[in-house]
Nanobody, 125 residues
Framework: QVQLVESGGGSVQAGGSLRLSCAASEYTFSRFCMGWFRQAPGKEREGVATITSSGASTLYADSAKGRFTISRDNTKDTLYLQMNNLKPDDTATYYC??????????????????WGQGTQVTVSS
């Protein structure tokens, strides 16, 4: 059982930055494909970015391209999401998730096996 704990959320003004972290309890973290998802009130959960187990390949939603960067440190069992130039539309609860390998370029939430509890990001205009 993989436990994932997100942190780093908060309230910022439009144009600001936040860095989300996701700490994994699993010592085999490096074997998992990882992703960031978000869900705004009244909307479906959507994929933001994914990263392969080695970190060599990433995939971004169009809304995240050029502003967000997903990364991971397998020596620290931690996943990151650097978010720059934040917009009010980015307001949501952000979740990290883990999927069993093999990793495929897929932002579908159905593919992921373990989920964190989420961290709130609020962007004001």
């Amino acid at each position: 059982q993989v436990q994932l704990v997100e942190s780093g959320g908060g309230s910022v003004q439009a144009g600001g930055s936040l860095r989300l972290s996701c700490a994994a309890s699993e010592y085999t973290f490096s074997r998992f494909c990882m992703g960031w998802f978000r869900q705004a009130p009244g909307k479906e959960r959507e994929g933001v970015a994914t990263i392969t187990s080695s970190g060599a390949s990433t995939l971004y939603a169009d809304s995240a391209k050029g502003r967000f960067t997903i990364s991971r440190d397998n020596t620290k069992d931690t996943l990151y999401l650097q978010m720059n130039n934040l917009k009010p539309d980015d307001t949501a609860t952000y979740y990290c998730a883990a999927a069993f390998s093999p990793c495929v370029p897929d932002l579908s939430a159905d593919r992921y096996n373990y989920w964190g509890q989420g961290t709130q990001v609020t962007v004001s205009s």
